[in-house]
C-alpha cells in the first residue's frame, strides 16, 4: 500500500530557507501526480505545489509563487519542496499528497484530488 512519509520540518527563522522531504512507498513513484498542500492556524488547506509525474510540469500555490520549488525524484522516490525567504504566514502544517497521474503533464491543484496524504509536518516560522 502506498505510504508518504513527510521529513524536515521544525523552527525555522524569518528570512531563512526550508526543505522539506516527502518519501513514498508501495507503487511505482513514476506513475503518481504530486502535491504539497499546507495548513494554517485556523485556515482551510491550500496548495503549495504539484508536480507531474516526471516533474517536468509544477505548479504554485500565489503565496509562495517565487519563493518555493518543487522537485521529484522518480530514483530516490521522493518529492522534495525547498522555500527562501520564509516569513511568519508559512507557519503551517505541511503534506504531500500523490495520486496516480493520467496522462505525463497532469496536475491538480484542489486536496480533494489527491487519494494519499502523508502524515504531516510542522513549520514554524519566528520572527
Known amino acids: 500500500q502506498v505510504e508518504l512519509v513527510e521529513s524536515g520540518g521544525g523552527l525555522v527563522q524569518a528570512g531563512e530557507s526550508l526543505r522539506l522531504s516527502c518519501s513514498f512507498s508501495g507503487d511505482t513513484f513514476s506513475r503518481y501526480t504530486v502535491g504539497w498542500f499546507r495548513q494554517r492556524p485556523g485556515k482551510e488547506r491550500e496548495l503549495v505545489a504539484a508536480?507531474?509525474?516526471?516533474?517536468?510540469?509544477?505548479r504554485y500555490g500565489d503565496s509562495v509563487k517565487g519563493r518555493f520549488t518543487i522537485s521529484k525524484d522518480n530514483v530516490r522516490n521522493v518529492v522534495n519542496l525547498s522555500g527562501n525567504s520564509l516569513n511568519l504566514e508559512d507557519t503551517a502544517i505541511y503534506y504531500c499528497a500523490a495520486r496516480v497521474a493520467p496522462g505525463p503533464t497532469a496536475t491538480y491543484v484542489r486536496s480533494d484530488s489527491y487519494h494519499f496524504w502523508g502524515q504531516g509536518t510542522h513549520v514554524t516560522v519566528s520572527s
Open positions: 508536480a507531474s509525474r516526471n516533474g517536468g510540469t509544477t
